[in-house]
């Protein structure tokens, strides 16, 4: 019969393996974009989140809304982009990077709002 000590560290591993996938899966590598063609959108918000993993806008330019993936929002908040900066109907300019198999979504280096650019990476 296995001491209860013993039980009790082989099931606290193995209930630990198995939840080291689901932590890990929620974040991304940026690989899925094109980074040797870069892009500069300037448009207007329609809509904006300061969340986690990563803040977004939806950003409407001529003849279609793209997905804008902007940085977390402590690297935001630190670098001067607030929340209440990323609001529906301000003009937006963005720099990065189309996803691959998405060209409706972008990876942002840098936006400007107001005249104020933030670096994101």
Do not use: C
């Amino acid at each position: 019969m296995p001491q209860p000590r013993s039980f009790a560290l082989r099931t606290a591993t193995a209930l630990a393996a198995l939840a080291l996938p689901a932590l890990v899966l929620p974040h991304h590598g940026w690989s899925g974009y094109d980074s040797a063609n870069p892009l500069t959108l300037a448009g207007t918000i329609r809509e904006a989140g300061y969340e986690h993993p990563h803040g977004y806008i939806k950003l409407e330019v001529p003849g279609k809304t793209w997905t804008v993936v902007l940085a977390p929002p402590s690297r935001m908040e630190n670098r001067g982009l607030a929340a209440t900066t990323l609001k529906a109907g301000a003009a937006a300019q963005v720099e990065g990077y189309v996803k691959r198999g998405d060209a409706t979504e972008l990876r942002a280096e840098r936006i400007t709002i107001d005249g104020k650019t933030v670096e994101l990476r």
